[in-house]
């Protein structure tokens, strides 16, 4: 059982009412990628006590659109926020109460109306999961 995040893991500063009930949730962030993670709690597991799907997918989302916004802002593209156009997932395996999940962007496509990113999704050091995602760039001159 996981105690603490794994060095280079910060509180994430970036909240919603949606991860609130989820925190504490952690963030690494490099100049290509930010890595989401949290210890799962009770809070995370559907009805058998495993890590629940839509978690999975808010989280991959979340990071996989953070990753994008940090590939672009390294490459001078301006942005005033991206969203969602399309997500997929795969799921390939389970975690537990207990487990270290951390969410890592694979890769970033960024141009400038549309960013793909991909990533992979790892309880213990296992694939779980694997994500996909296309987002719309919206500038201050989009409407």
């Known amino acids: 059982m996981v105690q603490h995040p794994p060095d280079g893991f910060e509180p994430h500063s970036r ?3 949606l991860t609130d009930p989820w925190e504490p949730i952690y963030a690494r962030k490099t100049p290509d990628r930010v890595v989401l993670g949290l210890v799962v709690a009770e809070a995370h597991t559907n009805s058998r006590g495993l890590l629940h ?3 999975i997918a808010a989280l991959a989302d979340n ?4 990753s994008c916004g940090q590939v672009m ?3 001078g593209l301006a942005s005033s926020g991206l969203v969602t156009v399309s997500l997929g997932v795969d ?3 389970k975690a537990r109460i207990g487990d270290w999940l951390a969410v890592d ?3 970033v496509r960024a141009g400038r109306t549309l960013c793909f990113a991909g990533a992979e999704v790892i309880a ?3 694939p779980i999961a694997r994500a996909h995602a296309t987002f719309r760039v919206h500038t201050s001159s989009s409407s």
């Open 73 to 75: 802002a390294g490459r």
């Open 63 to 66: 990071a996989m659109g953070l």
């Open 15 to 17: 909240k919603s009412p």
């Open 53 to 55: 799907g839509g978690l």
């Open 91 to 93: 799921y390939l395996g």
């Open 124 to 126: 213990n050091g296992e």
């Open 105 to 107: 962007t694979s890769f």
